[in-house]
C-alpha cells in the first residue's frame, strides 16, 4: 500500500515540467583588469539531489532583463554543475579593462529546462596597469662626427608635455653608437619629451615619442660647439677656444684632427648664439 506524506529517500529522476532551482547567491569574489571571479551553490536538476546538467552564464555591459536573456553573450567554459549545494567557482576571462559587466547564471537540467529567477550582479574591471619597457636602445647623432664607441651620452626622459623626469641615466655606446636604457630604469610605455646631451653639444630634445620595449629610438642631431656646457654657442666658448689654439687639445678639436684651428673655429661661427632645448 502507499503511504501519503511520504519523503522519497532515493534520487529522483529528472523531469522537464521542475526546472533547476534558481541560484540567487552568485557573488563577485576578485576582479582582475580582464577577469573576474565568481562562486555560487550548486542547484539540483529538479529541486532534489540530482545535479543540474549544464549552467547558462550570461554577460552584458548593461542592465539587463530576464526578457533580453536569450540576446545576451553566454559565457563558455563554465563547470558541469555538481552535488546541489557545492560551492561553485569559476573566472571569467577576456574581459576589457576599466569596463563595468553585469552578469548573471542559471541552471539547465537535462531536458534544456533553465531555472526561472537569478540574482544579477555588477562589477567593474580593473584598470589597465602600467606597461613597463624593455630592450629600449636609443641613437643619438652628433653634428660633424660618427659617434665612436665609449662616448658619454646623457638621456633624459620626462612625461611628455611635463617637467617631470620618468628616467635619466647616462650611458656610454656600443660599437654601433648607440646607448641602451639600463636595466635599473624602470620605465613604462608612454608618450615622453626625451632630452639628450653631451659634452660639447647643445642638447636637444625629441618631443612626443612613443616609447615601446624594443624601440630603437632616432635622437635629433646635436650641434656642435658648445665647449663650456651652458647650452649656449658665444663668446664663452670662443675663449676657451682661442687658449688652445695651435693646440692638441681634444675638448676644443671640434673636428678631432689633433690642432685646434679655423676648421674647428668654423664650428663654432656657423652655430653662433644657437641655444639649445632643455
Ligand atoms: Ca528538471
Ligand atoms: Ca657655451
Ligand atoms: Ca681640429
Not at 33 to 60: F, H, K
Not at 134 to 159: D, R, T, W
Not at 163 to 178: E, I, K, L, V
Request: charged share 10%; hydrophobic share 40%.
Amino acid at each position: 500500500m502507499s503511504g501519503a506524506g511520504l519523503v522519497p529517500r532515493f534520487a529522483r529522476a529528472d523531469g522537464a515540467a521542475i526546472p533547476p532551482a534558481n541560484i540567487v547567491d552568485l557573488t563577485v569574489v576578485n576582479v582582475g583588469s580582464s577577469s573576474v571571479q565568481l562562486t555560487w551553490s550548486a542547484v539540483g536538476a529538479d529541486g532534489y539531489v540530482e545535479p543540474a546538467t549544464a549552467y547558462d552564464m550570461r554577460i552584458a555591459q548593461y542592465n539587463f532583463t530576464m526578457g533580453a536573456w536569450s540576446s545576451l553573450t553566454r559565457v563558455t567554459g563554465t563547470p558541469t554543475p555538481g552535488q546541489p549545494g557545492i560551492q561553485e567557482s569559476f573566472a571569467v576571462t577576456g574581459l576589457n579593462p576599466g569596463t563595468m559587466y553585469y552578469i548573471a547564471v542559471r541552471g539547465v537540467d537535462s531536458f534544456g529546462t533553465i531555472s526561472v529567477a537569478y540574482n544579477m550582479v555588477s562589477f567593474t574591471t580593473a584598470s589597465a596597469g602600467p606597461t613597463p619597457v624593455s630592450n629600449v636602445i636609443f641613437s643619438p647623432q652628433l653634428e660633424g662626427m660618427q659617434i665612436p664607441a665609449g662616448k658619454s651620452i646623457s638621456v633624459v626622459l620626462y612625461n611628455a608635455g611635463t617637467a617631470t623626469a620618468a628616467a635619466s641615466f647616462t650611458g656610454t655606446t656600443d660599437t654601433s653608437g648607440r646607448v641602451a636604457l639600463p636595466q635599473t630604469a624602470s620605465l613604462n610605455a608612454g608618450l615622453y619629451d626625451i632630452l639628450v646631451s653631451t659634452q660639447g653639444y647643445l642638447k636637444k630634445k625629441l618631443f612626443e615619442y612613443n616609447v615601446s620595449s624594443n624601440a630603437i629610438i632616432e635622437l635629433p642631431t646635436l650641434p656642435v660647439g658648445d665647449i663650456n656646457n651652458d647650452n649656449i654657442i658665444n663668446s664663452l666658448d670662443w675663449s676657451v677656444m682661442s687658449g688652445k689654439w695651435f693646440s692638441n687639445d681634444a675638448t676644443t678639436d671640434i673636428n678631432k684632427d689633433g690642432i685646434v684651428n679655423s676648421i674647428d673655429w668654423s664650428f663654432l661661427s656657423k652655430n653662433w648664439f644657437m641655444t639649445g632645448d632643455n
